[in-house]
């Protein structure tokens, strides 16, 4: 192999394959990188010990308190790397139409040419550690092995949390296994070109941030930044924008989508995925824990899920990941017991406060903040500082299979057949409680249309609709309107035995801006109307928009709403969705002539639709 990187886009099959090709490109990149040693990581709990050790002793991590959370550990990212960095993330296709307009495109050989000089000695001084993973079981039947190369460890031991990674993904590699590579350097070597020393900091990472993908040859490059989705590769660059490609050509889905399994009072056992935006909760509904009695919601994943026909011509799902990068601010033993039992130990905190009993804290964590912290950048803090003590984007890493909730085959080989899938936004307006698709297309349709009301002027005209597409805006390694075509043709080929497609919202509020709707654990209400359409055994009224409850088939026992809040949760408002339809159009001309007719025509008829409607 000659020195990365180089363009593939001929070969095919293409050359990452089997165990060969891997030490020749780790080989490759340790000349371009030029790291002072390579390491092999096997994932074993002694070696990520040993790095967590090295860490602390080096003012990486701060040990909590073990007492409170045993074995467990603080990060604090540089103050500019704190998020995962939408405008600096680009699809390099060979043709800019397949990126599709709402990715940022660069040309993938002006983009390998930038690499190549960015990556040249980038990791001078530093361990390069090379990381095999597995997404979803080692072996399983929907699962793929990636390998990522990395030169921070912080990025080793949150791989290790949130992947199958070591040994047995490196055996599952072999002689002929494809695998997915992803290099990733924080951009800060610890030597100049000259070999004088250049001092290291708790967290290295370059002001020029970089997190590219090139989807004919299914590679990730990602420099500059040691944060979240920007540097952990697996979970996002793969996970999503690589998997997404591999699965439109492949005949499956890698979906923004959490999975769970809803088991009824009478022991009847549903699977859900569902698509939310980032930040509306995708957690919480992952370990919903019922306010009604008898019914139970296991967790299957909390971010992403494959979703694959199966030989039964069902479509299975499965939740690549086998841990937990979560939102920590706002979770609390209110919101999210499940979540908080999860982080007892074991954990990696990112961009939390510390208190003085060595245990951390954030926003919403407790009603009353403690007296006294560090916050997130390391300073003292109290609640008159008149600042959050934690970044609102801190996280918890933690293994999923400490999940209080977690469905005991979570890790099944084959995934899990699935019956209904779920679109959610944050909504303050318009969008009902929960409605039912009439069919496929109508269901696409929702998932195409995902929006949430613009809220800060910075983000454009307050109230105007920010489309997010099955909340994969920042997620789909090509165009998007193909993704919906995509979608379609796999309607087409699970026919009748495709799941059923609902929309919900928790996020309605009256013209006050008070929410409609409690949320949380009351949101087994929904799901328990779901499941009773699923069932057959509850009637729903058409609209334009879809099907929608009777008031009297919701449970709504004990919550005392009033009956203008349940009426306006369940109403379409058609004014206001001729205005939603408006946007639509405005949206899809986006995509132009790649908005599958389908689609369009959809659109066509909501519109009359609505006209009729009174
Ligand atoms: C996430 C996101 O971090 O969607 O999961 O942004
Ligand atoms: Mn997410």
Redesign the pocket.
């Known amino acids: 192999m000659s020195s990365l990187p180089v363009d593939r886009t001929e070969t095919a099959p293409h050359p990452f394959r089997g165990r060969r090709a891997l030490h020749a490109w780790v080989a490759d990149l340790a000349a371009l990188t030029q790291p002072e040693r390579v390491v092999w990581c096997d994932g074993s709990s002694a070696e990520q010990d040993r790095l967590l050790k090295r860490m602390v002793a080096d003012g990486v991590l701060v040990k909590l308190n073990p007492e409170w959370r045993p074995n467990s550990y603080l990060a604090r990212s540089d103050p500019d790397d704190v ?2 960095v939408e405008d600096r993330t680009f699809i390099c296709s060979e043709d800019e139409a397949d990126a599709g307009p709402t990715n940022h495109w660069r040309d993938p050989a002006v983009m390998r040419g930038e690499l190549r000089e960015r990556f040249d000695g980038a990791m001078r001084g530093r361990t390069m550690y090379v990381l095999p993973f597995s997404m979803g079981p080692v072996g399983g039947a929907i699962s793929q092995v990636g390998v990522q190369v990395t030169d921070s460890p912080y990025v080793v031991v949150s791989t290790a949390i949130m992947t199958r990674m070591g040994d047995a993904a490196l055996g599952e590699i072999g002689d002929t296994a494809e695998w997915v590579p992803a290099v990733h350097s924080v951009g800060a070597p610890l030597a100049g070109p000259d070999g004088g020393a250049v001092p290291d900091v708790p967290w290295p990472s370059n002001a020029v941030k970089i997190i590219a993908h090139f989807p004919e040859t299914r590679e990730i490059w990602s420099y500059g930044s040691g944060y ?2 920007n540097a952990l590769l697996a ?2 660059c793969f996970a999503l924008r690589i998997a997404s490609v591999m699965a439109r050509d492949e005949g499956w889905l890698a979906e ?1 989508m959490l999975l769970v399994r809803v088991t009824s009072p009478a022991g009847r056992a549903y699977h859900l995925a569902a698509a939310f ?3 509306c909760g ?1 957690t919480n509904f992952a370990m919903l824990q019922p306010t009604l009695p008898g019914w139970r919601v296991e967790t299957l994943g909390d ?2 899920a494959w979703l694959r026909p199966g030989p039964d011509g069902r479509l299975w799902a499965m939740n690549p990941e086998a841990g937990f ?3 920590a601010p706002g979770t609390s033993e209110a919101t999210n017991p499940a979540a908080m039992a999860t982080m007892w130990g074991n954990t990696i905190f990112t961009n939390v406060a510390l208190r003085e009993d060595g245990d951390v804290w954030w926003e919403g964590m407790t009603p009353t903040p403690p007296a006294h912290l560090i916050d997130w950048r390391g300073e003292p803090w109290t609640p008159a500082s008149g600042r959050p003590a934690a970044h609102p ?1 801190a ?1 918890f890493t933690s293994p999923a299979d400490q999940c209080p909730v977690l469905a005991d085959d979570w890790d099944a080989h084959d995934g899990v057949p699935l019956d209904a899938i779920v679109f959610g936004g944050r909504r303050t307006s318009n969008v009902p409680l929960v409605s039912e698709a009439a069919d496929w297309v109508d269901g696409v349709f929702t998932g195409a249309t995902i929006a949430s009301e613009q809220t800060a002027a910075a983000e454009g005209p307050v109230g105007a609709l920010r489309f997010d597409p099955f ?1 994969m805006l ?2 789909c390694g090509y165009d998007m309107a193909d993704h919906w075509q995509h979608w379609l043709d796999i309607g087409e080929r699970l026919g009748a035995k495709a799941p059923r497609i609902f929309r919900v919202n928790w996020f309605r509020r009256d013209a006050d801006g008070r929410f409609l709707w409690p949320g949380f654990g009351d949101n087994i209400r929904v799901l328990d109307w779901i499941v009773a359409r699923l069932e057959d055994e509850a009637d729903a009224v058409p609209t334009p928009i879809g099907l929608l409850p009777y008031r009297h088939d919701l449970d709504l026992d004990g919550l005392g709403l009033p009956d203008d809040d349940v009426r306006e949760l369940l109403t379409v408002d058609a004014t206001g969705w001729r205005r939603e339809c408006d946007q639509i159009a405005a949206f899809f001309a986006r995509f132009g002539d790649r908005v599958p007719g389908s689609l369009a025509r959809r659109l066509t008829r909501l519109r009359w639709q609505l006209g009729e409607y009174a």
Do not use: L, W, Y
């Open positions: 998020a995962r979240g989705g979970k996002k923004h935006p980032s930040a995708k971010d992403i990068f979560g939102v984007n996280r909340a920042p997620f």
